[in-house]
C-alpha cells in the first residue's frame, strides 16, 4: 500500500502532538500531581504511536509504546515524577523528532533510539507489578481520568456501554479485526477503555476476545448490528455501565478533572467541525490573485476618473468595497498566532537555564497575537537570539542575585501586542542591565568609535553600537552566547520585515529588547511620489507626515542639507541623488518632503511631486536584485507601470 500520499498530513499531526507532548511535559514538570495533564500526555503518546504504526516507522512506534508504558506507571502512583523522567521523556521527543524528520528527508527511519527505550524498559520493570485486571464491569478498576469521564457524560446524558467482543476460532490477522471495530465504534461516540489494553491488541497479546467500554448517544441495537456485519466479528454482551457501582478508581476522585474532561470532549468536537488544513501554497496562489484583483481595481478607478459616467462610477465602487472586503478576509485567513512561535521556547529556556545553573520563570504573554504566515516563519530566529542573550549574559546566577537583594529565581518576560497595523514583541529580563559605560570603551577599544566621538555620543547611540557586526562585550566565547553575538544577525533580520528594534536597558535592573513588526508583508498602503519621470512607493507606517519648503530654509551642518521642522532639525536626503535619477533643478520653486521615522531617529526625503496614497501589492525582485540597500520590492500599479518601494529603515 502506498503511505507516500498521507505523508503531509503525517508530519503536520506528528509535529501537533510532539509539541503538545513537549509543553505538557513541561507543564507535570511544575505541577507533578495534576493527571489531567498526565492523561493528555498519555492521549498524545497513544495516537502518535498509532500514527507511527500505519505509516511502518517500528523504531518510533516502539519508543512511544514505551513512553506509555512509563506514562501509565506515573498515573498508577507507582512511579513519582521527578526531574530525572521529565529529562528521559524530553530526550524521547527529541529522538522522535529526528526520527521522524529523518524518515521524511530520506524515506528511512534512523535507528537512534536504542538506549532511551532501554531505559524507559528499565524503569517500566523497577515501577512495575503483577495486578490481574478484572473483567466483571460492577468489579472494573478505573482510573481517574476515565471515572471524571464517565461522570461528565453521565452528566452531558450520554450513555456509557461495556461491550465484550468475540473473534471467530482460527481468525488470522487478530489485530486488524480489532482495529475495525475500534473504526467502527468511534463513528458512534468515544471509546474511553479497553481491556486487554490497546497496546496488546496491536501485538495480538490476547486469546479471541476482547472488551471495550464506549460511551455515546446512539441506539445501541444500530450500534450492535454494525459490529456483527464486520466478518469474524460477534458482539458477545453490550451491558450499560452503572458509574455508582463501578467507582473504584486507584487515584481518588476530582470533580476538577471531571469539569476538564468534559470541556476537553465539547472543544475538541468543536475544533473537528470548525476547522480545515489549508496547504500553505494555496494560500499564497490565493494571495497573489488578490494582489492582482487589488492592481486591477486601481486601473478600473483610473479609467473612470477618465469618464464622468454615473452608472460605470457606481459599480467600481461597489467593487472596490468588495474587493476591500475579499482583501481583509484573506489577509485573516493567512494570519497565524505567534504562539507557534513562542511555543518552543519553554523547552529551550529550561535546558539553558539548567546547563547554566541559574533558576529561571519564563512568563509568556500575549501568545494569541495574529501575525502574517511570512513574518512568523522569519521571526523564530531572531528571538533565540535575544532569549539566549538574556540567558547566558543578561540573567546573574542565584548567589549573585542573592547578594544583590534580587529573588534568586530570574524573570524572563516574552510578551507580544498589536498596535494598530503593527505587532510590539518584547523580550525582557530583570537581570544586571548593560552596563553603558562598558560598551562605550568597549566599542572605543575595538575600534567601532575614536575616543572624541565615545565622548560625544549619547547613551542611545552607544547602545545601538551592540547592533554592529562582531561587536560583543565578552571577553569569552561560549556555546550559548554573549551579549552583542547575533544581535547584528537580529538586527538585519527585522530590518528585512520591515520592522524596527530597540533597547532599553537599566544597569542592575535589567534589559527589554522591543521590536516592532507590520502585521503583513504581502499588501500595505503606501505613498506614491515622482522623482524625476519616475514614480516611487514609500510604506505608509513609515511616515510621519509630508510637507514642503523652499530652498531657502535648507542649512548645511557638516556637510548635510538640514531643515528646521519646528524646533528640530531634520536631516535631509534628495532621492534624485540616491536614486540617481535625472531631475529638473527646483530653482526658487517649493520642494516636496517626506518626513519618515526609524524608532525614535528621523529624517526628510525630498522629492518633486506626491502622487497620492493608494494600496500596493509588495512582489519581490528575484536573487538577482535583491539584498540592494534602499529598496523593499516593486509594485505594479493601475497603468501597467512598475514602481520600486523604498525600503526606508536601510536609509537611516
Known sequence: MDLSQYMDI????????????????LLLEKNPDNNSILN???????????MAATMGLERTAELTHEMETVLSLLKEGKIAVKQDIIDLLLSCLDDLNAMISGFVEDG?????????????RNLSESGSDSSQE????????????????LKASKESNYKSYHIKIELAEGTVMKAARAFMVFRCLEDFGQIIKCIPPVQDLEEEKFDNSFEIFLITMDDIEKIATDLNRISEVRVASITEVNIDKSSKTSAGDNQKDSTEAENSIISNKALLLKTVRVDIDRLDDMMNLVGELV?????????ASGYRMSELEEAIEQMGRLTTDLQSLVMKVRMVPIRQVFDRFPRMVRDISHSLNKSVELVIEGEQTELDRTVIDEIGEPL?????????????PPDVRAEADKPKTALLRLAARQEGNNV????????????????????????????REGELLDDKAVLNIIFEPGFST???VNDISGRGVGMDVVKSKIESLNGTVDIETEKGKGTKVIINLPLTLAIIQALLVKVGEEQYAIPLHSIDETTFLIPEQIKMVQNQEVFLLRDMVLPLIRCSRLLEVPTADQKNGEEFVVVVHKGAQRLGLVVDQLVGQQEIVIKPLGNLLSGIPGIAGATILGNGQVAIILDVNSLF
Open 10 to 25: 503525517f508530519v503536520a499531526e506528528s509535529q501537533e502532538h510532539l509539541d503538545n507532548l513537549n509543553k505538557n511535559l
Open 295 to 303: 492592481i486591477n481595481k486601481t486601473r478600473l478607478e483610473q479609467i
Open 108 to 120: 528511512k527511519e534512523p535507528c537512534i533510539a536504542q538506549g532511551l527505550i532501554d531505559a524507559l
Open 424 to 451: 510590539i514583541i518584547e523580550v525582557e529580563d530583570d537581570g544586571e542591565g548593560i552596563d553603558i559605560n562598558e560598551v562605550r570603551k568597549q566599542a572605543i577599544n575595538k575600534g567601532f568609535i575614536d575616543p
Open 474 to 476: 565578552n571577553n569569552t
Open 384 to 396: 533565540v537570539h535575544l532569549i539566549r542573550n538574556a540567558l547566558d549574559h543578561g540573567i546573574e
Open 134 to 149: 478484572q473483567t466483571d464491569s460492577s468489579d472494573i478498576e478505573f482510573n481517574e481520568y476515565e471515572l471524571s469521564v
Open 40 to 50: 493528555e500526555i498519555f492521549r498524545s503518546a497513544h495516537t502518535l504511536k498509532g
